[in-house]
């Protein structure tokens, strides 16, 4: 494994501690803060899906940053990969919780846990494989994840305090 693989391999590896950990403390954020209604746009408000999902989105975005700042010179396509990692670890949360919710017919604390961990390792690894295939800038494909994760932040800020009459709004 040469400088530039090692390289990727822990800025990966690196990421997923880094957004688990802030994800984890993140959870809790809203609330050491007194409920800080502008707290409250980036942090988890309840304990809906919904909620949980920024959990994953905004440090998978901080990280991404460095990731874009520090990866850019070898991985051209850094960007791209990060925002799609992002995307890609923000909605497996529903996907990993609704499914092993429908299988087993009730919720585990522990497994409710674990779907965000397991949720943040596929987006990492989601932009670890991108990292490796491409080798191009993607600057239409990074524009188009631009535009889904600014979609998203957008609705992650309306839906927080304005909440529609869906169950991924609602608490299990």
């Known amino acids: 494994m ?17 957004v688990s950990i802030l994800g984890t403390l993140f959870h ?8 800080l209604w502008l707290i409250g746009l980036v942090f988890p408000v309840n304990e809906s899906t ?11 975005l901080l990280y991404g940053i460095f990731m874009c700042i520090y990866l850019k010179k070898n991985y051209p396509a850094v960007c791209f990969a990060v925002l799609t990692g992002t995307i890609v ?16 017919g009730f919720g585990v604390t522990w497994l409710d846990m674990l779907t965000f961990y397991l949720a943040v390792l ?3 690894i989601v932009e670890h494989c991108m ?26 800020f309306v839906f927080t305090y304005n909440v529609p009459g869906l169950g991924i709004f609602v608490a299990p």
Do not use: N, Q
Not at 3 to 10: G, P, R, V, W
Not at 89 to 104: A, D, E, H, N, Q
């Open 50 to 60: 919904w909620e949980h999902m920024k959990l994953a989105f905004f440090p998978m």
């Open 89 to 104: 670890s923000t909605l497996m949360i529903p996907i990993i919780f609704y499914t092993y919710r429908g299988v087993l």
């Open 2 to 18: 040469d400088d530039k693989e090692k390289s990727l391999l822990t800025s990966g590896v690196a990421g997923f501690i880094v």
């Open 131 to 156: 990292l490796i295939k491409l080798e191009d800038d993607c600057k239409v494909g990074t524009t188009v994840m631009g535009v889904v994760c600014v979609i998203m932040a957008i609705a992650f």
């Open 122 to 124: 596929i987006g990492v």
């Open 28 to 35: 809790y954020v809203y609330e050491w803060t007194g409920r």
